[in-house]
């Protein structure tokens, strides 16, 4: 077996022609003026890489450079070289296999942003610990009632009377310590109700005067407290910030997790939660409902009185429109025929 190549002693940038042959082992270089040898297996042959030169280098730095790249292939099988990457460079060439490479690239990238995001923020949500959602919480408040919010005219006495009943809904609840209830006018955002990740639910002035009895009120909070337990609020704010903060906040780095409160007004009040996060609080208020002997009544009265007073007119925390609100109503009747069926 005998090829051509270009010969680099290494020390000096100086081409050599030379003529390459394998013989007992060996492969041998010889030109007009030097000829020297060394054991094939002493010598390391790059990777191959598409149709360009290949190169073989010896242990004393010198290099040889060929463009006869099936010579050196054929080096390779006989000698039992780079079996790994000569198999990489067979799947290379081959454009069916690139190609099939290319498409289960695009789906591996739809399949992570579907569903491995979305994994990885619920998991990074639950173990975010209090003291972060505390902070943030604390902070989103404040930036609510700077931009959105405004004082309740509620009376002390009126509020005593919710805080009691909301007491008693979360009573049950292995995180009842945590959950507050806060009043505000709803300025901009009428009638509305708003979950903050460490417990702090905000409800409107606009909202109480909307509801016909405190059972309605009491669905909506239910509704809230739902958002508070599956962490929607976390996991919305983590599934947009993507992949590295995740990562950081699952390796333990919880530090930078204050700069979600930036982020999560934009997720309570422009954008929603996603379709599957609303159907789970609804469904949470629900069963709260049913096992208290109320039915879902209460919360489908309020969803329909809230998009009455909202006039379809944008999205709000409680009320958003994926999924509507005539599909949220019936999920909430099929609950309460399957509830009452078991």
Known sequence: ?????????????????????????????????????????????????GRSARLIKFPDGAVLETANIDA?????????????????????????????????????????????????????????????????????????????????????????ELLEAFSSLVANMSDHDAYQLEFRGGGVLDANALALPSGIIVITDELVALAEKDEDILAVLAHEVG???????????????????????LLGDVTSAASVAASLPAVLVDSGYSRNFEREADQVAGEYFLAQGLGTAPLQNMLSR??????????????????????????????EQSFKRD
């Open 306 to 335: 809230l998009e009455a007073s909202h006039d379809g007119a944008g999205e709000a925390s409680f009320l958003s429109s994926h999924p509507g609100t005539s599909e949220r109503i019936e999920k909430l009747k099929e609950l």
């Open 72 to 160: 050196v292939a054929r080096i390779e099988d006989a000698f039992d070289l780079n079996k790994p990457m000569r198999l990489v460079h067979r799947l290379e060439s081959a454009w069916k296999f690139v190609a099939l490479s290319a498409v289960a690239c695009v789906v591996l990238v739809w399949a992570f942003t579907v569903y491995g995001i979305p994994a990885l923020a619920k998991q990074a949500a639950y173990a975010t610990p209090l003291s972060v959602t505390s902070a943030v919480s604390q902070r989103t408040l404040a930036l609510l009632d700077d931009a959105y919010l405004e004082p309740s005219s509620l009376t002390n006495a009126r509020q005593g």
């Open 1 to 49: 077996m005998a090829f051509n190549a270009t010969f680099f002693d290494g020390r000096s940038s100086a081409a050599h022609p030379v003529t390459v042959t394998v013989a007992d082992g060996n492969l041998e270089v010889r030109s007009e003026i030097f000829s020297f040898s060394y054991p094939v297996r002493a010598c390391r042959f790059e990777p191959a890489l």
């Open 227 to 249: 958002h508070v337990e599956k962490r929607h609020g976390l996991r919305s704010v983590y599934r947009s910030t993507g992949v590295f903060f995740l990562i950081s906040m």
